[in-house]
Structure formats: structure tokens, C-alpha cells
């Protein structure tokens, strides 16, 4: 079995705009203790001395992680199919987003890059201090951001990092490009998820699909032998890159999590999900055309989630990018 945590050299470049930033996000944590917010308060996600590090105790170069756009009218999204990890959420409406992150790859352009949410920030309190890209937030979920153990990247921030693609409508035509604040990719020890890669299990039972429902979307998995892939349907047809090539992951894991209300709502008063990735549950891992019953467990959010058989064995993935699916409890 191994472990996700071999160091690579990286190095990261920031502009004028971003090193302001990690200031402002400096000063905004000390500033915390002693202020208060017309927001809601800090619930222990803003600290930054809880953040993690890598073996030996000595922090890297940053994972890049970005909110992406998983409308109908998004699609198809653009540097999905080069995420190390791809977490899907439930949001308002009962709709879907995702969140890509990139450690052993940079692409060219990732979107269309959408709004962050709370949940967000429980979610990426596992990486060591992540860079954020996103489009915006509401005003009162803002103080947390600038709380939170991580670097946020906006339009306002780094406008060079972003750019408007043509053929769309705003606001599904905003994109990241990486390269303009990483010079290259920090490496696959910045995956601090707890992720474990090997061997299966001995069991597990055959599984050629497996649908994954929100109320007003859906996430479908269907095992392809030939390309020893899972590939992706969204909302009933296939998910595609921008250069026609099917999504598929090696694995995915359905997460059954607590899906509950939080204090924010859209602007059309729908109420936004909060999704908790901490505590512990089931969960089902796709991988090699076989589904495994597992249980997840992540201790604290500066945590990784580790995942594991009744016995107490260590449900390993297949290496390759992996899927995340965000299920409610029954």
C-alpha cells in the first residue's frame, strides 16, 4: 500500500495583487480575536494555526483548488480532466458544483470558475493553506473566507489570472488560467486529503453503474473495461471536455454525509446546503468494476478523510484522478 506524500520541487509566483492579499489575510486572522463581524461568527474553520503540514512538520508549495460551474450552460467544463481530486456538492435549487484541485498538473484553463460557499471552506481546511480561485461570495460569507487558512484568488484580486471566453454568457464564461500564479504544480505531497493508493480490498461485489441523485440534478458512473475508467454522465449525458474526450475517473466515492441548512440564501431566497465533511459515515468506492462498502472518517477539518472496511482494512484507491460524490444520508 502507499500513501499520497512524495515530494516534488515546485514553485509558486505571485503577483503585486497577491502577496497584498496574503497580508490582508494575515491581519485578518490576528484581527479576529478582538472584533466582532455583522456576519456569522467564526466557528473554528478561520484559525490559521490549525492548518496542515506535511510529513517532517515543514509546509509546501500550495495545492490549487477552484470553484467550478456545473450548470447545463457550463458545460462542457474546461481542466476537469486534469484534477487530482474532483469534489461535487449539492447547492441551492438542489443543483450541483464542483471543486477541482490540482497538484501533479496545471492546466492551461479551468472553468467556468462560479461562487464559493460556506461549506467550502470545512472542505479545504485538510490542504496546507490552498489557493482558492472563485468568482465571489456573498458579503456576509466574507469574513470567514478572509478568516479561513487559505489564499483566495478573485477576479478583484488577480484580474490576469482571469479571463472571459467567448461563444457564453456571463456568468458561465469566467476562466482560471493557471499559469499566471503558479509557476508550476506544487506536487503530489500537497494532497493532504488522507487518500490512500494500492491494493483493493479481497471483496467488493461486480458494478457496471451507479447514479448519484440531488433534487435537481444528477451524477451518473458507468464502468467502461476498455478504458479501465468510470465515465461521467451529468444529468443524463455523457460529461465531456471541451475537447470532446469523456470524463473518467479511476475511482469514486460516494460520501453519505450530513447535508444540512446554513444561514445564506441566493438571491432568489432559496437557502444554500451546507454539506459536513467532518465526523464520520458510509460510503461507496468505485474502482476496477466492483463497488466496496466502506466507512469514512475525518477527526478534525484540518483532517484527511480516511476510508476503511468493517474490518478495520484500509480501502485503497486505484491511482488516477478521483471523484468525490457528496450523497445525503438516507
Known amino acids: 500500500m502507499a500513501t499520497v506524500g512524495t515530494e516534488r520541487g515546485a514553485r509558486r509566483r ?18 479576529a480575536g478582538c472584533t466582532t463581524s455583522d456576519g456569522p461568527r467564526d466557528d ?11 510529513p517532517g512538520g515543514q509546509a509546501g508549495p500550495p495545492v490549487l483548488t477552484v470553484k467550478i460551474d456545473n450548470a447545463p450552460a457550463a458545460r462542457p467544463q474546461t481542466g476537469v480532466d486534469a484534477a ?16 477541482a484541485v490540482y497538484a501533479t498538473e496545471l492546466p492551461e484553463s479551468v472553468g467556468p470558475v462560479r461562487s464559493a460557499r460556506e461549506s467550502d471552506l470545512e472542505l479545504l481546511r485538510q490542504f496546507d493553506r490552498p489557493v482558492l480561485a472563485y468568482s465571489g461570495a456573498q458579503s456576509k460569507l466574507m469574513p470567514l473566507i478572509e478568516r479561513a487558512p487559505l489564499e483566495a484568488v478573485t477576479p478583484e484580486s488577480e484580474p490576469d489570472a482571469y479571463t472571459r471566453g467567448a461563444g457564453r454568457s456571463a456568468p458561465h464564461n469566467l ?9 508550476d504544480p506544487p506536487g503530489e505531497a500537497a494532497l493532504t486529503t488522507g487518500f490512500r493508493f494500492g491494493r483493493p480490498p479481497a471483496d467488493g461485489e461486480p458494478r457496471n453503474e451507479l447514479t448519484v441523485r440531488y433534487p435537481a440534478a ?19 449525458a455523457p460529461a465531456l471536455t471541451t475537447e470532446g474526450e469523456r470524463l473518467a475517473p479511476a475511482t469514486v466515492v460516494v460520501q453519505y454525509v450530513t447535508v444540512r441548512r446554513s444561514g445564506f440564501r441566493d438571491f432568489l431566497g432559496n437557502n444554500t446546503p451546507y454539506t459536513e465533511t467532518v465526523g464520520s459515515g458510509k460510503a461507496t468506492v468505485l474502482r476496477g468494476g466492483r463497488a466496496y462498502e466502506a466507512n469514512w472518517k475525518r477527526p478534525a477539518a484540518e483532517d484527511g478523510t480516511s476510508f476503511s472496511t468493517d ?20
Open 44 to 54: 473554528g474553520r478561520g484559525s490559521p494555526s490549525e492548518s496542515p503540514t506535511r
Open 311 to 330: 474490518s478495520g482494512e484500509a480501502v485503497n484507491f486505484a491511482r488516477g484522478q478521483v471523484w468525490v460524490v457528496y450523497a445525503k444520508t438516507p
Open 218 to 236: 444528477r451524477f451518473t458512473f458507468t464502468w467502461s473495461g476498455a478504458r479501465d475508467r468510470w465515465l461521467v454522465s451529468m444529468d443524463g
Open 14 to 31: 505571485r503577483g503585486t495583487g497577491a502577496r497584498a492579499l496574503v497580508a490582508a489575510l494575515l491581519a485578518a486572522g490576528l484581527a
Open 84 to 99: 487530482d481530486v474532483v469534489y461535487a456538492e449539492q447547492v441551492e435549487g438542489g443543483s450541483s458544483r464542483l471543486i
Open 175 to 183: 476562466y482560471l488560467r493557471p499559469e499566471r500564479l503558479m509557476d
